[in-house]
């Protein structure tokens, strides 16, 4: 009942930048949080940047200075830019949004996931 449609991932030299985006689709009556997660191979997902729908964000220790997240809320939409890249930042770069349906139940969706590999 709802899509993420993301895109944006690629493969970058370290020290370069990113953009990542996520479009929110279906029978969505409001958004609660909007944000991104990831995972690195033999590692668990981890949260990486989270907005919540007045705007407050949560951002992992290691993107603090180097990535933003923002969201547009009439496009269901977020994106994460990510500068200065380290090869550490290499993972499954997944969408993630909390909200609820148009029937009232609340959901969590997850977006299929976008590579993100920095080279050295």
């Known amino acids: 009942q709802v899509q993420l449609l993301e895109s944006g991932g690629n493969l970058v030299q370290a020290g370069g930048s990113l953009r990542l985006s996520c479009a929110a689709s279906?029978?969505?009556?409001?958004?609660?949080?909007m944000g991104w997660y990831r995972q690195a191979p033999g590692k668990q997902r981890e949260l990486v940047a989270l907005m919540s729908n007045g705007g407050a964000t949560n951002l992992a220790g290691s993107a603090k200075g180097r990535f933003t997240i923002s969201r547009d809320n009439a496009k269901k939409s977020v994106y994460l830019a990510m500068n200065s890249l380290k090869p550490e930042d290499t993972a499954v770069y997944y969408c993630?949004?909390?909200?609820?349906?148009?029937?009232?139940?609340?959901?969590?969706?997850w977006g299929q996931g976008t590579q993100v590999t920095v080279s050295s």
């Open positions: 993630n949004v909390v909200g609820w349906l148009t029937g009232g139940a609340e959901f969590i969706s």
């Open positions: 279906g029978s969505i009556l409001s958004i609660k949080t």
